[in-house]
């Protein structure tokens, strides 16, 4: 019979033939497929594996911290942070046109991971947790072959410019087989059932321009909005809930002052695969009580909505 144990000793069997003496190199990119990847084949040939996780700087408050101290400390594996923020923010600076943004910050993804894994003196293998379904999204993403609605941004291409090999262990697996195996390789379980997050992160939870500051201003409600969820015993029942900072600013009062500040807009979706979704429906009371702790915690907001689209028509991100 099949077991995830018996399938975790024989991809780790896989993976040594593969890779034999040969050095890893993974990007990490602090989701649940690039960490469970990464474990395996860390169990399987140790500090051969050398993980690169590229902050761009638009990841979620203390995300990077939070996936840094995992490797480094939990795990020890070898993991080298670089922090590109200034790059990514530098280059977006300006730009404020949804497939833009991607392609920019898909192309600096991949100069900078290029860079450092030279600096490590390269390496004949790249570790991927790409998926099953992943293989075949690839084929057609949304609306057929010949619509992109949204290009999603990998390192495709960058194996054979470095002339390397992938290693692909989790390619036979879906997402809940993907979190069985990672629970199996002992990764906390807050961890394995943390909602996808998009490789442009934040970014597209900022329509339009970006700014760093209207990036904190956006990881702050985040998190508010997040720890209001997780709280209320909610967050496995959603597939993805995030916020959104809008472009536009709308007046309110605040004591004697009237204010002139950002409105921000909460989203959640139930899901199987992402491909559809239905907008969560919580109850009133919690998003009143969480749009006032938005209001009252974060400068620069004063104004909360909930939305209430379901996709199709909508996508599940705002760009
Ligand atoms: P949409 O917005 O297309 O999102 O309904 C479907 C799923 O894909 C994620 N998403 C992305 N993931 N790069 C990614 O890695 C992207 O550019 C990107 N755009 C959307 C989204 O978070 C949701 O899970």
């Known amino acids: 019979t099949w077991t995830m144990s018996a399938y975790r000793q024989k991809m780790i069997e896989k993976i040594r033939d593969q890779v034999g003496s040969g050095r890893v190199i993974c990007g990490l990119s602090g989701g649940v497929d690039s960490s469970v990847a990464a474990v395996l084949i860390h169990e399987a040939i140790g500090d051969q594996l050398t993980c690169i996780y590229v902050d761009h700087g638009l990841m979620r408050l203390n995300e990077s911290e939070q996936v840094v101290t995992m490797f480094r400390d939990q795990f020890n594996i070898p993991l080298v942070h670089v922090d590109a923020s200034k790059k990514f923010l530098g280059e977006l600076e300006g730009q404020s046109d949804p497939e833009t943004k991607r392609k920019i910050i898909g192309r600096l993804f991949i100069e900078v991971f290029e860079e ?78 943390r909602h996808p997050f998009p490789g442009p992160g934040l970014a597209i939870r900022c329509p339009g321009g970006i700014t760093p500051e209207k990036l904190d201003i956006l990881r702050q409600a985040d998190a508010i909005y997040l720890d209001e969820i997780r709280k209320s015993g909610q967050y496995d029942k959603i597939w993805q809930a995030f916020a959104v900072l809008l472009p536009v600013q709308t007046v309110g009062v605040m004591g004697d002052g009237r204010t002139y500040e950002f409105v921000c807009a909460l989203r959640a979706v139930t899901s199987v695969d992402g491909m559809t979704a239905d907008f969560y429906q919580f109850d009133m009371n919690f998003l009143g009580k969480t749009a006032t702790r938005i209001i009252n915690e974060v400068r620069g907001i004063n104004r909360v909505v909930y939305d209430v689209t379901s996709k199709p028509p909508g996508t599940i991100e705002w760009e």
């Open 116 to 193: 450092e894994a030279k600096k490590l003196g390269g390496a004949e293998f790249l570790a991927q947790g790409t998926l099953y379904p992943d293989v075949i999204e690839s084929v057609s993403f949304t609306g057929g072959p010949s619509v992109t609605i949204k290009s999603h941004h990998n390192v495709g291409g960058l194996p054979e410019r470095m002339n390397m090999q992938l290693v692909e262990p989790l390619r036979e697996l879906f997402k809940d087989e993907v979190r069985v195996l990672g629970r199996e390789l002992g990764i906390p379980d807050s961890f394995i059932g």
